[in-house]
């Protein structure tokens, strides 16, 4: 059974970068460009989900 370092590195010519956009103050962009501040906030949201209401 192959581990996951092993088959991450066989498959390295297909893998390429993923952008994650947040929400900010009514417009969307890239996590990425946010300052250190910034980054260190957006690891510590708390992420749930909905559900049904009845």
């Known amino acids: 059974m192959k581990t996951k370092e092993q088959i991450l590195q ?3 010519s ?3 970068k993923c952008l994650v956009y947040t929400r900010v103050m ?3 962009r890239p996590v990425e ?4 501040g910034k980054k260190g906030e957006h690891k510590q949201r708390t ?3 909905e559900g049904k209401c009845c």
């Open 10 to 12: 066989e498959n390295l």
């Open 47 to 49: 992420h749930f989900t």
């Open 33 to 36: 460009s946010f300052n250190i």
């Open 26 to 28: 009514g417009y969307h």
């Open 14 to 16: 297909e893998r390429n």
